[in-house]
């Protein structure tokens, strides 16, 4: 082995070298055209011969402005393309590879030893690969076969196909290799094992170099409109969705840019989580959001409307509510597609009757009754489309609006505010006119009256042009009037509960809010009514945490990116919201596009955690049997049962210090909801540098923190603290996925503390699983 790591040396050796003459090329190279970029711009105008004489001269300046443009913008872009080129090289200059196959393609007799790192590196002299991209076709074979039989596709749909020799895997640091392994059918364990053994970190990071081959299959795959990935806690499903987006903007690099893929995020702070793993990969980054933004920037001032988390946390403190049981059958059923269906079937029903509509007013008098554009509407050719009525009642209004300005000027009141302009205003208007004319008052007074009419009238047409001469929110009440639902929706498909739901939406939205379950109801049936507002650019939507997605929403995504592929990536284990049980286990994403153009993943191995840990996180979950643990052991999760508060404190701030001193650089003692969070952040300050985290936090950053289960989804820590797992606080079956989700973000240590008898869910677990010591 000895022999075989010397010789790569001289191989890697020989690979940084070309890396180091193609920095230093490329630095110079950049200072070059950076150099080129200061020069036009200070000089633009000094290498530019302006003459306005004749056309000819006229037309010679033209040109000659649009070519020193041009050479501007190619300096420009030639620089860029440098910047980028240096970054990719740095990037790897003392860690170019992680792996080798020696592969012998069919129908020759010579092996070709491929090296595979993050970025590609040619020997610029005889232009052979030194180092292929991950993402690389050939590369395919590292991640997807034991050593024999393997083939990989090629552009174009060709398929190569060849005996896989070998495969290695290094570990290099600081451009010496410490160690390499031949592996067979998993990427390197000892690799992994090292890679997963070390601390977590505020941001994650790139995972090629450990890449299993059933995460390369989420990567690679380009099949069908809607890739459907099922992964354990901890199985790297969000990882290989940020390489899979790695891998469209390699393959599809000619076409594809960053700025048309979407991920939707859980919340702000995993944005910031995993925001460093492209641009590790020399990718500049997509578009993130929260849904919650997206509905917010559309009910902009709308409502006051209610986000995901006040939700979840009202449907975890507030079971002592007298309308408890009524909101959870609420968020369950206007969560499914039998609502979705119920609202389009409203809709088409509104061609017939029951539009609402706002009258018109101008200075406190009425233009167009609401009654005489509801008779305009519904007496129009009901033949035409529902969208070309409304925009037919549009341009009938907008030009009684014109009509209204004819007659508005002639007005006093008109008159009064001519005499209230300032000087500045005049002379706007005077420029207008030829002071010379003999009918200069006349025209001074008609073009005055004119501008201020129509500055008074600029608001009314744009509230037009917008549609809100539609009353939206009275039609949405509406939808709740038992006149109005008993032809919509199967007595069989509305909860028991239906009349009292009515009254409570209703109220909501007499006081101006906005229920969260009723967010996206509000805006699908907005959008129907007003016309879809879709965005065509994006090409590739990414969900995570997909499982607190409703039906609902899922098939207003689709119409918002009617051109999107859709990766979607969850684990019903962690379905924390009360719509959850509609999906189940996400069969019922395939209506969606229909099976054949849907394909599902599972990923049923944990890496996150530890032997033991996973262990006795998958007795907490029905069928966690299935979960696999990588096999990295640790030390056995403890539950500690104590009497009162004041021993619990006592006991997490000990613990705390203890994990800290043995290397512990996350720390998260997660509490069932914010509200506990904030208590025990405050019984627990005396904790060094202790941290709060709500649901307006930007960034984690290390340390110790206090946070609710349901903000610690994604995130992972290489300690876990559970604040309070008693029968008082998690005794309710409801909560097991909140718990389970709360258990499984410990890498390394998790402790569980109980005052008072432990909950339920710990009663079961299989003996050994759970060191247990009572005070």
């Not at 037309?59 to 860029?80: F, K, N, P, W």
């Not at 650089?665 to 060094?688: F, G, P, V």
Request: proline fraction near 3%.
């Amino acid at each position: 082995m000895n022999k075989e790591i010397r010789k790569e040396q001289e191989y890697l050796d020989k690979v940084m070298g070309t890396i180091a003459k193609q920095i230093y090329e490329v630095e110079a190279d950049a200072a070059k055209r950076k150099e080129e970029v200061i020069h036009i711009r200070k000089h633009f105008w000094d290498d530019l011969k302006i003459n306005m004489d004749t056309f000819d001269d006229y037309l010679e300046t033209i040109i000659g402005m649009r070519q020193q443009a041009q050479d501007l913008s190619v300096s420009q872009s030639t620089h860029r393309h440098s910047y980028h080129r240096l970054a990719r090289l740095k990037r790897i200059e003392k860690d170019p590879y992680f792996g080798r196959i020696d592969f012998t393609e069919e129908g020759t007799h010579e092996t070709e030893q491929i090296h595979i790192g993050v970025s590609t590196v040619t020997d610029e002299v005889s232009e052979t690969i030194l180092i292929y991209d991950w993402r690389a076709p050939i590369s395919s074979i590292y991640y997807d076969y034991p050593p024999g039989p393997a083939d990989y596709g090629i552009p174009g749909g060709g398929i190569i196909r060849g005996e896989l020799e070998k495969k290695w895997q290094y570990n290099i640091s600081n451009g010496v290799i410490e160690s390499m392994f031949d592996t067979s059918l998993a990427i390197g364990d000892e690799i992994l094992q090292e890679v997963l053994g070390k601390g977590s970190n505020k941001q994650m990071h790139s995972i090629v170099a450990t890449i299993q081959r059933e995460q390369n299959k989420i990567i690679r795959n380009v099949s069908g409109r809607l890739l459907v990935v099922q992964g354990a806690a901890g199985s790297g499903k969000t990882s290989a969705a940020l390489q899979r987006i790695a891998y469209f903007l390699y393959k599809y690099r000619d076409t594809l840019k960053a700025d048309q893929i979407l991920l939707f995020t859980p919340n702000t702070m995993f944005s910031n989580y995993v925001s460093h793993v492209l641009p590790e990969l020399g990718e500049e980054n997509m578009q993130q959001e929260t849904f919650q933004d997206y509905l917010d920037y559309r009910l902009d001032r709308l409502f006051i409307v209610e986000d995901p988390y006040d939700q979840l946390e009202y449907l975890l403190e507030a079971a002592d509510d007298p309308h408890y049981k009524i909101r959870k059958a609420s968020i369950q059923f206007k969560a499914s597609s039998a609502f979705f269906e119920g609202i389009k079937r409203y809709r088409e029903a509104l061609e017939e009757s029951g539009l609402i509509f706002r009258g018109i007013k101008f200075r406190g008098q009425t233009l167009v009754s609401a009654k005489q554009i509801t008779d305009t509407f519904y007496s129009e050719n009901t033949s035409l489309r529902f969208l070309n009525r409304i925009d037919k009642l549009k341009e009938w209004l907008l030009k009684e609006i014109d009509q209204v300005e004819k007659t508005e000027v002639k007005k006093p009141w008109v008159q009064e505010e001519i005499e209230l302009l300032s000087k500045d205003e005049l002379q706007k208007v005077f420029t207008q006119l030829e002071e010379d004319s003999f009918e200069f008052y006349e025209k001074e007074n008609q073009i005055l009256a004119r501008i201020i009419v129509r500055r008074r009238l600029k608001s009314l047409r744009e509230k037009v042009e917008a549609l809100e001469f539609i009353h939206v929110k009275k039609l949405y009440k509406q939808l709740f009037d038992h006149s109005t639902s008993n032809k919509l929706w199967d007595e069989k498909d509305i909860p028991k509960e239906w009349e009292e739901i009515c009254l409570l939406t209703k109220e909501m939205l007499e006081e101006g809010k906005l229920y969260h379950e009723d967010a996206t109801p509000f805006l699908l049936l907005k959008e129907l009514i007003q016309g879809f507002q879709s965005n065509t650019s994006i090409k590739y939507v990414l969900i995570d945490e997909a499982q607190d997605y409703s039906v609902f929403q899922f098939e207003f995504i689709k119409r918002l990116f009617p051109r999107a592929r859709m990766t979607v990536l969850g684990d019903f284990n962690q379905a924390i919201f009360a719509h959850s049980n509609n999906l189940a286990d996400f069969h019922a994403l395939t209506s969606l596009y229909g099976p054949d153009e849907t394909e599902r993943i599972t990923l049923d191995r944990s890496y996150r955690s530890t032997k033991q840990i996973i262990e006795f996180t998958r007795e907490l979950v029905p069928e966690g049997e299935q979960i696999k643990a990588f096999d990295r052991e640790g030390e056995k999760p403890t539950l500690t049962v104590l009497p009162d508060q004041k021993e619990l404190h006592e006991e997490i701030i000990a613990k705390a210090e203890d994990l800290q001193n043995r290397g512990s650089h996350t720390i998260a003692i997660i509490c069932k909801s914010a509200a506990e969070s904030s208590s025990a952040y405050q019984s627990l300050s005396t904790i060094k540098n202790l941290k709060l985290v709500k649901k307006s936090t930007d960034e984690y950053e290390q340390g110790v923190i206090v946070i609710p289960a349901y903000l610690a989804k994604g995130i992972e820590f290489d300690s876990v603290i559970i604040y309070n797992a008693s029968q008082q606080v998690y005794g309710d079956e409801s909560l097991r996925r909140l718990f389970y989700t709360a258990c499984t973000r410990a890498m390394h240590h998790l402790h569980i503390y109980s005052v008072g008898e432990p909950s339920p869910f710990l009663t079961n677990i299989r003996s050994g699983r759970l060191l247990i010591t009572q005070d």
